[in-house]
């Protein structure tokens, strides 16, 4: 496949990838779930990876995402979300 953005993006919102773990990125008031094979990232690539290859993917300036929180899950899932504020 092509390493085209708007392909990329398409088949991300399709199922097509949906077998292998997926990360669940939050940012900027959207959702999506994406192939971790799509963004060429394994469940175990370091956390500042992730965050390189979600911002190429969703075209944002790298740094927008370096106050993220990544957590990983027992299925090979990864999400990637805000901080938390409280109070």
């Not at 390493?3 to 077998?19: F, I, M, N, Q, R």
């Not at 790298?62 to 109070?87: C, D, K, M, S, Y």
């Amino acid at each position: 496949m092509a390493e085209d953005p708007k392909k990329l993006y398409d088949v991300a919102a399709g199922s097509e990838h949906t077998a292998g773990p997926v990360l669940h990125v939050r940012i900027q008031g959207r959702s999506r779930d994406i192939a971790l094979d799509l963004l060429h990232i394994g469940p175990d690539s370091p956390d500042d990876q992730v965050r390189d290859a979600v911002a190429r993917f969703m075209e944002l300036p790298p740094g927008q995402l370096q106050h993220t929180v990544i957590e990983r899950h027992q299925n090979g899932n990864i999400t990637l979300r805000p901080e938390a504020v409280f109070g």
